[in-house]
């Protein structure tokens, strides 16, 4: 079945150690996208990929980086976490954008302590 | 310029109840529309698009929604609420590129 898988779920993390969320999808979409959700707000795009090896930054302003070095992976990195990196990070994908929308993974839900 | 509002939110409605979410939007180009759930500790899951064909759009799990272009209004509604819809939902618009701009979500509360 085609999905799109996010690990991991839940991550606590202390401050100052470097982490990689992971974002795979089996529907061979060139556009990846990785949001950040916090309560109350809407989503925030902070990185997108219209395919390999093609990365650009989002409107929010994140100290995370990103690589699409295949078609189905689009890891995000901290390489130094912060408490102020806590948040809910989504990955999605898309085809035909404006016409199909996104299919969403389930989220990292990450805390740094 | 693209951007959505959903007026409330918060929404309680008592099982059995009509549901209805709002969302108002402002777009440069004709607009495509859709609304989404999430469960808790979930992704979001699409409910419903609008891409310029009928105006009233039916989703899942009895959800509809209807484009009134002379309003600007996505507004969502489900004849009658049930336990399961308790979940937060997102309308969004597409700019004019490969992004969407999400509203700051509507928390459903179902009442039994």
């Known amino acids: 079945e085609a999905d799109i898988y996010q690990t991991p779920r839940y991550l606590v993390i202390g401050t100052g150690k470097k982490i990689t969320l992971e974002c795979s999808q089996t529907m061979g979409h060139d556009k990846m996208y990785w949001y950040q959700q916090d309560p109350g707000m809407e989503l925030h795009l902070i990185h997108y990929s219209y395919g390999v090896n093609s990365t650009e930054k989002g409107d929010l302003s994140s100290e995370s980086t990103v690589s699409r070095i295949r078609t189905e992976h689009f890891p995000l990195t901290l390489e130094s976490a912060r408490p102020s990196h806590t948040s809910q990070y989504l990955c999605a994908s898309s085809e035909r954008t404006r016409v199909d929308g996104y299919t969403f993974g389930s989220g990292t839900r990450l805390t740094v302590v | 310029a693209q951007s959505v509002t959903q007026l409330g939110s918060h929404v309680s409605v008592s099982e059995g109840a009509l549901v209805l979410l709002r969302c108002n939007y402002s777009s440069s180009v004709p607009p495509y529309l859709f609304w989404y759930v999430q469960y808790p500790n979930q992704g979001l899951q699409l409910l419903l698009k609008?891409?310029?064909?009928?105006?009233l759009v039916k989703g899942i799990n009895g959800f509809e929604a209807e484009f009134k272009k002379s309003e600007t209004s996505f507004h969502l509604t489900k004849p009658s609420a049930h336990m399961s819809d308790a979940a937060e939902y997102f309308c969004a618009v597409s700019g004019t590129g490969n992004q969407f701009y999400f509203g700051t979500g509507t928390s459903l509360t179902v009442i039994p």
């Open positions: 609008y891409t310029s064909a009928a105006t």
